[in-house]
């Protein structure tokens, strides 16, 4: 009994310690939620010390809007920066590691491009007038600011605003190095954006002193010269180390326009400018007016170097050509003999430049770019701008515009490979494509029609409704790829009317591929490469990879039986050559921003694109009218005494008889008035009459371009 009782009393002490476990529990409880109570209030209390109220609360209210706003401003531009990073994480210095004499397809000097670190002055040995030259024109406060002079920026934004004009620049040599280095001199707000990011982080990987040296040894001085260096050995005959003041201040004159302002070419223009820079000094505290007097009374004169019109685009994109192609282990000084033919070069560049001046205005259009090459891919001329001393960027290799309508021929090749033939028929009429719904130029269908019509006539709907019903985009897309464009398409629907930009050389190199019969892989630049003691280290013929056929026979002779319809019946009328069989497509973006040429004959296939750098729409240019013009001119030119060829699958290399005849004696006449206006009847007979006697006149051979190209 006694045990029992103390078995029944034994339980007792454990159920009592979960009460007082879960009494303790409820407690702490209390207790936390009362001292988390008493915490808050004391927070609040403290935190009522900063509020204010009234006025004082609207102005704090509308920071705090600006700080919210700044914060996603900066996480919007870090996002369009973004991209521009990628650059700096290549090798951007390896432009230093070469040094490269371009020669012309006989062996004829053209230029240079590259510098060698011997070539290269320190900035430690450069004289003070110098440093302080370029310090005084180009940016004052260059060791006071971080990448960005917000105050030479507000100082060159009042001086334009006096002057009610644009006569200072608020870029610093930062920013201008980081353009010069990674980007383009395109005029875009997504440009600035990315040139003042990468101008901060140029400043925080590199010293002043470097930044300095990387932007004297960079930069475009004009005469086909990079460098002050080289500046001074082309306008001087000297090293820098030798120049003086007045000299110093005429090469410091021509970072911002070299093309203007270049001593070659006006020197009374040159010393004014020097005359400027030599006040900068003055009004920077450089310099005092007595010591630059004796630099004013005695301007410095440039050394006759006669004309030199160097072909400084080309050597641009063929210096980028040698550094792909160079053998690893070779020595990085180099002699690279190329394709380019200098009077073809002079032909095309005479032609862009006569049409924008005669008829730029009418069209609101100001940049052209032209890219020409034999039918075996070899680059004859290049031109990737009206004027490379106001712009070093090539607008020929690297700006990305719309194609427009010269794009179909890709979509009509996939066809002729899917089985499809020229005289396929195919329903022109209204389509829609998801949300999409294209229309034709003038809103209007031509109903059933042939392939060969629809091309010609350049029909919208019938390439849509290729590419939807019978091709899909990926093999349209795979197509253009394996025919050697190299700028990535968009892979959306609308890539089949051009959407997706191309530049001038991948629309060359595309509708090669017609001219070549179908083969690619042939375009080139760079024909050998040599050591300056003779030494072959690169042979095209020899080393570079074989051309390879990635449209069969069929389909590129179909493609070229319709191409050949284009200037004879179609939209390119104005392209058609007097006695040359030519084939080719015009093109023509949404609100006239681009417009495009891109033909070929037997011998020759050219790309031209007009446009505006900023976008800006053009008073309805299409690609029809004047860069049709732009390449007839130089392609009458460039066919001058030279056998004929045929193009593949066109066994005739002439013209069909009443057709082209009629167009070239339409695109003449259209040609020789202005495209708002239309001249007197009695005034375009007398022109119709010389055209006659001329087509009549029996050929003369020219002696020199300049000849030739006036007479036409």
Do not use: C
Not at 426 to 449: F, K, L, M, T
Not at 556 to 583: C, D, K
Not at 586 to 593: E, H, P
């Amino acid at each position: 009994m006694v045990e029992k009782r103390t078995s029944k009393k034994g339980k007792a002490p454990r159920a009592t310690i979960f009460l007082d476990i879960d009494a303790w529990i409820d407690s702490s409880l209390y207790e936390a939620r009362f001292k988390a109570a008493e915490i808050w209030e004391d927070l609040t209390i403290f935190f009522r010390r900063f509020r204010v109220y009234g006025v004082k609360r609207g102005v704090f209210e509308l920071l705090g809007e600006a700080f919210t706003l700044l914060a996603a401003g900066s996480v919007a531009m870090l996002a369009l920066a973004m991209p521009a990073f990628q650059e700096t994480a290549g090798d951007w210095r390896a432009q230093d590691d070469y040094a490269v004499t371009f020669l012309d397809r006989y062996g004829n000097e053209i230029g240079q491009r590259g510098i060698r670190q011997r070539d290269s002055v320190p900035v430690d040995e450069m004289p003070d007038h110098v440093i302080k030259a370029v310090l005084a024109t180009e940016d004052r406060r260059f060791f006071e600011h971080f990448g960005i002079d917000f105050v030479g920026l507000a100082r060159a934004l009042a001086e334009n605003m006096r002057a009610n004009s644009v006569v200072q620049g608020g870029s610093t040599i930062t920013q201008q190095l980081a353009k010069n280095l990674f980007l383009t001199n395109e005029r875009t707000v997504e440009r600035k954006i990315k040139e003042a990011f990468l101008a901060a982080w140029l400043e925080a990987n590199l010293s002043k002193k470097e930044i300095l040296q990387l932007y004297l040894d960079r930069a475009y001085l004009g005469g086909g010269t990079f460098g002050i260096s080289a500046a001074a050995d082309f306008y001087f005959n000297k090293e820098v180390k030798d120049l003086t003041l007045a000299e110093a201040a005429m090469i410091a004159g021509l970072f911002k326009a070299p093309a203007r302002y270049a001593p070659h070419i006006n020197l009374p223009a040159a010393r004014a400018r020097a005359n400027e820079v030599l006040s900068n000094l003055v009004q920077s505290g450089f310099m005092t007016e007595g010591q630059v007097l004796s630099a004013r009374l005695n301007p410095a004169s440039a050394v006759d170097r006669g004309e030199r019109e160097a072909p400084d685009y080309f050597l641009d994109w063929a210096f980028e050509e040698v550094k792909k192609i160079v053998p690893k282990g070779a020595t990085h000084s180099l002699v690279a003999r190329t394709t380019i033919d200098l009077d073809l070069q002079r032909a095309v560049e005479e032609s862009l430049e006569f049409h924008l001046r005669q008829y730029g205005k009418d069209y609101d259009v100001e940049e052209g770019a032209v890219v020409l090459m034999d039918t075996d891919g070899a680059v004859r001329a290049l031109v990737g701008g009206r004027d490379y001393g106001q712009s070093q960027f090539n607008r020929a290799t690297r700006a990305a515009r719309q194609p427009g309508s010269s794009f179909k021929p890709y979509v009509y090749a996939a066809a002729m490979e899917a089985g499809l033939t020229p005289s396929t028929v195919i329903s022109d009429g209204p389509i829609s494509w998801g949300n999409w719904s294209p229309q034709n130029y003038g809103r209007s269908y031509a109903g059933r029609v042939d392939l060969a019509t629809a091309l010609a006539r350049s029909y919208n709907t019938v390439p849509v409704r290729l590419a939807r019903d019978y091709l899909g985009i990926d093999v349209i897309q795979k197509l253009v790829g394996d025919m050697g464009v190299e700028t990535p398409l968009n892979g959306h629907k609308t890539m089949v009317l051009g959407t997706s930009g191309m530049t001038v050389m991948d629309q060359a190199t595309g509708y090669g591929v017609f001219a070549n019969g179908g083969f690619a892989g042939t375009r080139h630049g760079i024909l050998e490469l040599h050591t300056h003691t003779g030494e072959n280290i690169y042979d095209w013929r020899r080393d570079a990879p074989r051309p390879h056929r990635v449209l069969s026979e069929q389909a590129a002779s179909y493609m070229n039986s319709m191409l050949v319809q284009v200037p004879e019946r179609g939209t390119g009328r104005r392209a058609a050559l007097p006695n040359i069989r030519s084939a080719g497509k015009t093109g023509t973006t949404q609100s006239y921003r681009d417009a495009w040429y891109v033909g070929f004959t037997g011998n020759y296939v050219a790309a031209v694109w007009l446009g505006n750098d900023d976008y800006r729409p053009t008073r309805e240019m299409t690609g029809g009218s004047l860069p049709a013009m732009v390449w007839q001119r130089f392609m009458i030119y460039a066919h001058q005494n030279i056998e004929l060829k045929p193009i593949p699958g066109i066994e005739n290399p002439l013209p069909v008889k009443d057709s082209t005849t009629f167009a070239a004696a339409e695109n003449a006449d259209e040609a020789m008035r202005r495209p708002a206006h239309s001249l007197p009847l009695a005034t375009r007979g007398v022109l119709q009459d010389l055209l006659r006697r001329f087509r009549e006149a029996p050929p003369v051979r020219p002696a020199r371009v300049s000849e030739s190209l006036s007479a036409l």
